[in-house]
């Protein structure tokens, strides 16, 4: 089972509009938690970080289910600039690297 | 601030060629690793360094090697080159294992 899973969309939307997405990771005694920014063949760039209590940053509000072990982002009032590749990424205690969920693609359309 | 700077960016290689990609970060950050990103498949670890002569294997480092003499450059080197590794890869470092900051990717082509 991978770490890391998202839905891969894509996702087309209008601009203005609201998008969500959401990724589930496997292993529990996962620690931290962010969505990364990735445009067309361009490098992965940190968006925002994500707490369990939730956190928003401008139009962006990330949130973290350890329940359930899922983690959401939701984009409101979507922009053209927000068209990118949205990359889910958990570690773990102890562990020494990133696990990447395979991203989930955004267009805004005008 | 350059911050990590790959290159080459591009490289077309013949089956069985060996070459280096070449890794360097000016913000002293301890941690560098290696990626490589295939379709449908995500970013997947190499190998990564938690310092100078310190280094370890991740996800895929099957034809790989690396090495971290110094704290700024983290070379990857490809033995000998097989299509399967036709990919993006991406050099990272950080100051601790969480966020990362990436190169610009080398986009290799093995023939």
């Known amino acids: 089972r991978k770490e890391v899973e998202q839905d891969p969309g894509p996702f087309n939307v209008p601009e203005g509009a609201t998008v969500a997405f959401n990724c589930t990771y496997s292993?529990?005694?996962?620690?931290?938690f962010f969505w990364y920014r990735q445009d067309c063949r361009k490098e992965p760039k940190l968006l925002m970080s994500?707490?369990?209590s939730g956190n928003e940053d401008g139009r962006f509000t990330a949130q973290l289910n350890r329940a359930s072990q899922y983690i959401s982002l939701l984009i409101r009032d979507s922009k053209l600039s927000d068209s990118a590749t949205y990359l889910c990424?958990?570690?773990?205690?102890?562990?020494?690297?990133?696990?990447f969920g395979t991203g989930t693609r955004l267009t805004v359309i005008p | 601030n350059a911050g990590v700077t790959q290159t080459p960016k591009f490289q077309v290689l013949k089956t069985g060629q060996s070459m280096t990609l070449q890794c360097a970060q000016d913000?002293?950050?301890?941690?560098m690793s290696w990626y490589r990103q295939d379709p449908g498949m995500g970013l997947r670890l190499i190998h990564y360094?938690?310092?100078?002569?310190?280094?370890d294997q991740g996800e895929v480092p099957n034809g790989y090697n690396v090495s971290r003499s110094t704290t700024e450059d983290f070379p990857l080197r490809l033995l000998s080159a097989a299509p399967s590794q036709t990919s993006v890869y991406f050099c990272?470092?950080?100051?601790?294992?969480?966020?990362?900051?990436f190169g610009q990717g080398t986009r290799l082509t093995v023939v």
């Open positions: 990272a470092s950080s100051v601790d294992r969480r966020q990362a900051f």
């Open positions: 292993n529990s005694a996962s620690q931290s």
């Open positions: 994500v707490y369990s």
């Open positions: 990424v958990v570690t773990s205690t102890g562990a020494n690297n990133l696990f």
């Open positions: 913000m002293n950050h301890e941690y």
């Open positions: 360094s938690v310092g100078a002569g310190i280094t």
